[in-house]
């Protein structure tokens, strides 16, 4: 048996070694979409073109507007001399936020009165116009708070924030992770499904079945060599990750073993697809259409908590979800087995399940 399944194992090898499109795949998914993915698709917004009207013109209005302007959120796009060019400005395109300093500013501030300043945001894109209202209210809040030497307290008691393994709370670990992840379970879904349904579609299955070959072997022939591949991945994608600032908190053996079971659990979706589809092409729609509420559910898009509550329950038969937890806490947490051992009994049970129902459908088709 052993003899035949590596002979079968070889073969599976040597296609997918020839084939340059497969290959080119695999490099683009570990290398080039995870870097380009992780710069290009962060959340944290920057240089947001900033409109002021500054009705003040004091010393106290220009600090305001350095405030505003001196980080990376804001750039001073254009000084407005009221709010009646507003709404051109906005139209073109030419701001993404306007803030309106009132005349007498710098008299109420020294007198420890209350300020309004006008805010408008361009609420056409909802992601910009969030973020824009959140980065105008943080930085005038900490230019009270200088300004006046007020401190923030409860009961005596004055709270300090730390903000533990993302202290710039950037988005940029959290996306290449989930990069990571993303192309394990596409290239684990497809290339196994592609590789059986090849064999049902050019008809060598008929003449598999006259042969000594069983249909576990054959399963095991065809999976292989994606889950080897692809966890030989992880080494180069170390390297990429420590040039991105990102180096592996935890363990390389257990980031290693737990990428297998990973790969167990996306590989067994992949056979799954093969066994209820007949062509490559079927195979392939069927495998993106899958693809989609696994990313959907796995909490990189939206947080797991506010999805309703049948569906938080059907998230957690999304691969994707116990592995982006347990690279997150391997690579930002320094996290170990014995704190994702509860995500690796899912994603043992998700191969489980989904290899018993492909053995199934396919033991009857064999």
Known sequence: ????????????????????????????????ELVICTLALGFDVQNLKLGVIDHDRTEASRSVIQALTGGDNFVLAAQLADMRQVEDHLQRGALDAVVEIPPGFARRIAAGRRVDLGVVVDGSNGNIAARARAYVIEILARFAQERTAVQIHTHGVQPVLRVWYNPDLTNTRFMALTMLAEAGLMLGVVLPAAAIVREKQGGTIEQLRVTPVRAHELFLAK??????????????????????????????????????????????????????TNTLQQAMLVSFFGLFPLLFLSGTIAPIE???????????????LHYVDIVS??????????????????????????????????????
Request: some cysteine; proline content about 4%.
């Open 223 to 276: 999976i292989t060599p994606t889950i080897v591949i692809c966890s030989g991945a992880v080494f180069p994608v170390l390297f990429i990750l420590t040039l991105l600032g990102i180096p592996v908190q935890g363990g390389i053996g257990t980031l290693l073993a737990l990428t297998v079971v990973f790969l167990m659990s996306a590989v067994s979706i992949g056979v799954f697809v093969a066994t209820i």
């Open 329 to 366: 806490g391997l690579f930002l947490k320094g996290a170990g087995i014995g704190e994702l051992w509860s995500h690796a009994a899912a994603l043992i049970a998700i191969s489980a399940a989904m290899f018993a129902g492909g053995w199934f459908l396919f033991k009857r088709q064999w």
């Open 1 to 32: 048996m052993w003899g035949r399944i590596a002979g079968l194992t070889v073969k599976e090898f040597r296609q997918v070694l020839r084939d340059p499109i497969i290959l080119f795949l695999i490099v683009y998914l570990y290398s080039a």
């Open 306 to 320: 506010s999805m309703p509550g049948w569906l938080q329950a059907a998230s957690q038969a999304s691969p994707l």
